[in-house]
């Protein structure tokens, strides 16, 4: 992954297809979001999905579903990353995500996962949200 700064987002992007490959079967995106593949991850909560006739698209991490996804655009300008050593290999995460009520401002609902913790915690809560949400909705 290439990852940092530019201007105020930070972004952690896959270097080639194989990368991509790897985080969407890691992350079991196909489970959710058939059909795209996980290019990269801007200001930690959204992924960069791309599909298969190249549109670019972005959807936060929890939830993981088809109503979420919008069109994403990389900025007109090359993005020159400015690595940060203290968030180097890792992402932020919201220990109760905003979603299901997190606060974003309360230090004790920030965390800092390695990419493995962050894989599980998306599965989880996005299994979490299916089995508990989607259920109410379609039953």
């Keep these: 992954m290439r990852e940092g700064w530019n ?67 990389f900025p007109a300008e090359s993005l020159r990353l400015e690595s940060e050593e203290r968030f180097t290999k890792k992402i932020k995460w919201y220990v109760k995500p905003i979603r299901f009520g997190g606060d974003p401002a309360a230090k004790e609902n920030m965390a800092w996962l390695s990419q493995d913790e962050h894989v599980q915690a998306v599965k989880w809560w996005n299994k979490f949200y299916y089995d508990t949400f989607a259920k109410k909705q379609n039953g």
């Design 7 to 73: 201007n105020d987002d930070y972004w952690s992007l896959c270097e080639d297809q194989k990368e991509a490959e790897h985080l969407t079967a890691i992350y079991g995106l196909a489970d959710y979001l058939p059909g795209y593949f996980i290019v990269g991850l801007k200001g930690w909560d959204d992924f960069i999905l791309c599909d298969r006739e190249g549109r670019y698209f972005s959807v936060p991490t929890v939830p993981l579903e088809r109503a979420s996804l919008a069109p994403f655009r």
